[in-house]
Structure formats: structure tokens, C-alpha cells
């Protein structure tokens, strides 16, 4: 193997270092953006469910002002969005480059997506279910954690999942323009040197770490369903 690599990747084991340090810094930029959009996107993704009409806390006015936001930011694509907010991005972490100038708007850029995906997970719920814990005298809280979380609970984990695989390819298209992680480092040592080699890497390595990702959201998602 350590033949084969000198032989036809000299590039890659080169800069082996480099790459390493550029993957921990795509996992943590993923995990970090990941954790914190969870626990906005999350309750953004409820509040669009129980506020519509018909729902267990119907209210027109938050309904439509959420979901117009939520739609506002899902719908520019990712690329621009790390440019319309350059000045906010160096306001909150004082820079616009490497990992922590990246984690803003990957963040923003994923609340939306997130709670979309939670919103159409939730609605699949049976609305019996939801009918039959208001008789029972269930108050709208208990509604919420015992019904629609914890019945939604497969759902969510598969948005979740397609969420992260999601921040993955986010996180490279950062890496373009500074944001550090294996986007830089193919950007830096790949593209502009020509180094092919350094390219396909880096492509196989985005490649398991999705692979991963995916697998361990079906392996959870299989435990949930049985």
C-alpha cells in the first residue's frame, strides 16, 4: 500500500499531514455547525408545525413570520449567503477565514434546511395519535415531547443524517474561499497546483466520511424501527 502511494499518489503522501489536519477540521466545523443548528432547527421545525391552522397552538401571525424567514434563508444558495455576510461573520467570531469563519454561515445556512426537514418529518405523524392525547387531557407541552418527538423520533433522525451530509458538502464549498477544512486543502494544494492526485484524495475521503454518515443514520434509524 505504502509502495502504491509513492508510487502513483507522491503528492498525497507529501502532504499526509496537511490533509489529516484539513479532515479534523471538516469534522469538527461539521459537528459543531451541526450541533448548533440542531438545537435551533429543531424547535424552529415545531413551532412551524404546531402553529399552523388546525394545530395544537394555531397562531397565523408566528406561522407565516417563521416560515417566511425560514424561507428566505433556505432558498439562497450557500456560496452567496458566505458572502452576504462577510461583515456579521467577522462581528460574531473576528474573522472570515479558516474554521471558525466558516461555522457562521454554515450554521445559518443549515437552521433552515433543518427545519424544513423536522416540519415535514413531524407532519407525517398520524393527526389520530395527536386526537387522542388531547382527549386524554394532554397539554399542548406534553403533546410536544410525548407525541411529536418521540413519534417523530425515526423522521428526525433521518433528517438529521441528510442535514450532515448536507454540512459536509457546505463545509467543502467554504473550503473554496478560505474556510479551511478538505475544501481548502484541495482548493490550495490540488487545483491550483495541479496535483490530481491531491484532488482524487481528497474526493474519496468526502466520499467514506459521507458513507459513514449515512450508514450510522440507517443503523439508528433501523434501531428506532424495531
Known amino acids: 500500500m505504502h509502495q502504491f502511494l509513492m508510487t502513483y499518489m507522491p503528492n ?31 424547535p424552529l421545525g415545531v413551532i412551524l408545525v404546531v402553529t399552523r391552522p388546525d394545530n395544537i397552538l394555531e397562531n397565523n401571525v408566528i406561522y407565516n413570520v417563521v416560515g417566511k424567514i425560514v424561507n428566505i434563508f433556505r432558498s439562497i444558495p450557500f456560496v452567496i449567503l458566505l458572502a452576504a455576510i462577510i461583515p456579521f461573520t467577522r462581528l460574531v467570531v473576528g474573522t472570515t477565514i479558516g474554521m471558525k469563519g466558516a461555522l457562521v454561515p454554515l450554521v445559518i445556512g443549515s437552521i433552515p434546511f433543518v427545519a424544513r426537514q423536522i416540519e415535514s418529518a413531524l407532519l407525517d405523524i398520524d393527526k389520530g395519535v395527536i386526537e387522542a392525547s388531547q382527549a386524554m387531557g394532554s397539554s399542548s407541552f406534553e403533546i410536544i415531547y410525548r407525541v411529536l418527538l418521540k413519534e417523530g423520533l425515526p423522521g428526525i433522525v433521518y433528517a438529521l443524517t441528510i442535514t450532515t451530509v448536507s454540512l459536509i458538502g457546505f463545509s467543502a464549498v467554504a473550503g473554496t474561499v478560505g474556510g479551511g477544512g478538505l475544501g481548502d486543502f484541495a ?3 490540488g487545483y491550483q497546483y495541479f496535483k490530481t492526485d491531491v484532488m482524487i484524495s481528497t474526493i474519496l475521503i468526502l466520499l467514506v466520511l459521507v458513507t459513514a454518515i449515512q ?4 443503523f439508528v434509524l433501523k434501531r428506532l424501527s424495531h
Open 215 to 218: 450508514g450510522f443514520g440507517e
Open 12 to 42: 498525497v503522501m507529501e502532504l499526509f499531514p496537511d490533509m489529516i489536519k484539513a479532515l479534523w477540521e471538516t469534522i469538527g466545523m461539521v459537528f459543531i455547525s451541526g450541533t448548533i443548528s440542531t438545537l435551533i432547527g429543531i
Open 187 to 189: 482548493i490550495r494544494y
